[in-house]
């Protein structure tokens, strides 16, 4: 395995390739990590993990300085999964100048959910991504989904400029708990630990709740907005700041329009989203259904 960090010399190291598959981390690697480099491998003839913690998706407020950086670590571990090439430019490799041209990802899917709570989250993730990608040229790209909006966006961005890249999504790990896998789970304490799995379980309740009265035929928009505040004061009861406990449609993440749950209907596939702030820790996680 190769660890490089100038554009220059990756470009040289993948130039004798015609497949690069691609999976862009930020480090401070867990199992969730080397399950996408897995997946990835089979997919390109050389396989590319990015390791870049990108200050243009924190916020004033965020974690950007003390984010863990664990490079050597992260290394062992790529290696050990049969990483090939590990991209971890610094800051001015990748930001050589001010970043004044960026991608803005469409506000109708951006600027909800996570981008309603994270103003430019987005628009730092695209431009960071579309960086990544011109300079590893990957035939495939990886990517997570526990990371669910953030996939879509990329999805949308590899669509609209009509790069040659095929997008994959990794199904998201838990721990034996429940627990969504994040590199933040590393900033829980012991006793938050035990209560984080607790996200997990409010997005299970809602979705069987969302389905039993879908199933009864009782099912409307306002009644579902009642689902979900009751969903987010019940976790907000054992100490949680949620900031948003919902179901929406897989397709657009917009709130869903159909409510037939008769046998000729055809059902609208769902997903349930959640973020929420555990002590300082902000976890998010959903669930398909």
């Known amino acids: 395995m190769k660890l490089i960090n100038t554009i220059s010399e990756l470009r040289a190291e993948l130039a004798r390739y015609e497949r690069p598959a691609l999976v862009p981390t930020m480090g401070n690697l867990h199992e969730g990590h080397l399950a996408l480099v897995r997946q990835a ?30 490079l050597d670590a992260d290394c062992a571990k790529l290696q050990d999964a049969g990483c090939d090439v590990v991209f971890a ?51 495939h790209a990886v990517f997570g989904m526990k990371d669910y909006q953030q996939q879509m966006v990329l999805r949308r961005m590899v669509q609209q400029f009509n790069m040659p890249i095929a997008m994959h999504t990794g199904a998201t790990l838990r721990a034996s708990d429940g627990l969504a896998l994040s590199s933040r789970n590393g900033y829980l304490s012991e006793t938050e630990r035990a209560e984080a799995v607790q996200l997990h379980q409010a997005l299970q309740d809602l979705s069987h709740a969302t389905q039993a009265a879908l199933q009864k035929g009782e099912l409307n928009l306002e009644v579902l907005q009642g689902l979900e505040a009751k969903s987010s004061a019940q976790l907000n009861t054992r ?18 329009t159909q409510f037939d749950a008769s046998a000729d ?18 976890l998010i996680d959903n669930l398909e259904f």
Not at 119 to 127: I, R
Not at 239 to 256: E, I
Not at 265 to 282: C, F, I, Y
């Open 41 to 70: 491998k089979p997919l390109g003839d050389v396989t590319v993990a990015s390791i870049f913690v990108n200050r243009l998706q924190f916020g004033p407020n965020e974690d950007f300085d003390t984010y863990p950086r664990t």
């Open 89 to 139: 430019p610094l800051e001015k490799e990748l930001y050589p100048e001010p970043q004044t041209f960026k991608v803005l990802p469409p506000p109708e899917l951006a600027d909800i959910l996570e981008g309603h709570f994270r103003p430019g989250f987005f628009t730092g993730v695209c431009t960071v991504v579309m960086k990544l990608f011109q300079a590893v040229q990957p035939a």
């Open 239 to 256: 100490g949680w700041q949620t900031d948003y406990l919902t179901v929406r449609r897989r397709h657009d993440l917009q709130a869903p």
């Open 265 to 282: 209907a055809t059902p609208e596939p769902l997903v349930v989203l959640g973020a929420s702030r555990l002590g300082k820790t902000r």
